[in-house]
């Protein structure tokens, strides 16, 4: 559980402040903040025992694939909970898009397959119910669609209101749909999504409860996405984990959850992680290749993976420390090799929108160029639903009439 405090996710900072806390980077030395669990007595057999007997249990809370693991998750009454039973989503292989990576045991974590088509859900069912444990009436994020399709479902459930900033003409109608479906307010920006966050962070008073992934509730409800990867996998880590990389808050999450693990001997060996941008938002790319001390920001960041369009990726830091921490890697693929990806997942029966589908170009690349054993053990997050984005689909195969 998380004590009532967070505190500065700078080591040499370290400054702590209230849970209530509302300016989302630390006072002293501006960095973000983040939550540090206190996992209470139980020891890591008992907790890997209760993680899994949870799983047989049909409470409300052990429904949920994020909830099950409330040791590691901010203090919260259980009725004050607001989930829609996030987080089960399964492990699965495919034989062609394996064959197309030259992969021989690589896995799919489709976080795409939960309530709003988005590994968002992960971490809005923790940060909505903080929103409403902190009194906030109103919610909002600026968002390339999915966190606002999700922060709007879980506002709706806690009787919020929610407040959504978009790019205009970057974010796809069906993520739309649903944040109109869910009864969000809408506002459109001109610009990208960097834009959009600018605007939201300029206007948003303090009655408004902000829930972008700089928000560090968000962060640990995302980082249970690892410790159910590990219970599916009877906690033998994988060689690599594979994700996308947009504003990095996932990377962020995912290695807390990997530092956390290996903290209590559940996580060995280190898994790489493995973080893939579209080549034309590769900010982090940028980064590290000149030298890692100061952001590479893209100022107009393309590609047609518009979830992932961003070019002043708020959680570098925490990525950077991610990719340290694990001998990881950063990589860029284009918007060809997303779309061929993304194609051949189609073909295993499985899709998702185009910004998961660089998980798999990636995977193809490390392996090809030697970078990456064919005989690994390789999970990839795929992060979107296919439905996300039909147009993706249509203007690349046609409409089906000939
Ligand atoms: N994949 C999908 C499907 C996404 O929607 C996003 C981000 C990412 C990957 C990248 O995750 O930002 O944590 O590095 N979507 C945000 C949004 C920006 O507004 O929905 P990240």
Redesign the pocket.
């Known amino acids: 559980m998380i004590p009532s405090v967070l505190r500065c996710s700078e080591a040499g900072c370290g400054t702590e402040v209230p849970r209530d806390y509302r300016a989302y980077s630390c006072p002293v030395c501006g960095n973000l903040l983040q939550a540090v669990p206190n996992p209470g007595p139980l020891s890591p057999e008992q907790l890997k025992k209760i993680w899994r007997e949870r799983r047989a249990s049909n409470a409300p809370l052990d429904s949920s694939g994020v909830w099950r693991f409330r040791e590691y998750l901010p203090d919260c009454p259980a009725d004050a909970v607001v989930s829609l039973a996030e987080g089960n989503v399964p492990l699965l292989a495919g034989q062609k898009t394996a064959d197309y990576a030259g992969a021989h045991h690589l896995w799919f974590k489709h976080l795409?397959w939960n309530p709003t088509g988005?590994?968002?859900d992960l971490g809005m069912t923790v940060a909505v119910t903080e929103a409403r444990r902190q009194g906030a009436e109103t919610v909002a994020c600026?968002?390339?669609?999915?966190?606002?399709a999700s922060m709007a479902a879980y506002a709706a459930r806690a009787n919020l209101r929610a407040r959504v900033y978009l790019p205009k003409g970057g974010a796809s109608m069906q993520k739309l749909a649903q944040a109109l479906d869910f009864g969000a307010e809408t506002q459109y920006v001109d610009g990208n999504?960097d834009d959009a966050l600018r605007v939201l962070m300029a206007e948003t008073d303090t009655g408004v409860y902000f829930l972008n992934?700089i928000n560090p509730f968000r962060i640990e409800g995302q980082k249970t996405a690892i410790f159910h990867l590990m219970d599916q996998l009877d906690w033998r880590a994988p060689d690599y984990i594979v994700l996308?990389?947009?504003?990095?808050?996932?990377?962020a999450a995912f290695g807390k959850a990997i530092e956390e693990l290996a903290a209590i001997g559940l996580m060995t060996p280190i898994p790489r992680l493995v973080i893939v941008q579209a080549r034309g938002s590769n900010a982090l790319v940028r980064t590290v290749e000149s030298g890692g001390s100061e952001l590479q920001v893209v100022t107009d960041p393309q590609t047609m993976a518009t979830?992932?369009r961003?070019g002043n990726?708020r959680s570098w830091k925490k990525a950077l420390r991610a990719l340290r921490f694990t001998g990881g890697i950063v990589m860029d693929v284009d918007d060809t090799d997303i779309m061929a990806a993304k194609q051949m997942l189609g073909r295993d029966g499985i899709g998702s929108?185009p910004?998961?589908a660089t998980t798999l170009a990636g995977i193809r690349h490390l392996i090809a160029e030697g970078r990456m054993d064919p005989e690994a053990r390789v999970v990839a997050f795929l992060?979107?639903h296919a439905l996300?984005d039909t147009d993706s689909i249509l203007n690349a195969v046609g409409r089906g009439d000939g």
Do not use: Q, W, Y
Request: glycine letters at 20%; a positive charge.
């Open positions: 795409g988005s590994f968002k600026a968002s390339t669609g999915n966190t606002a999504f992934s996308p990389g947009g504003n990095l808050g996932n990377s979830a992932i961003i990726p929108e910004a998961s992060t979107g996300k």
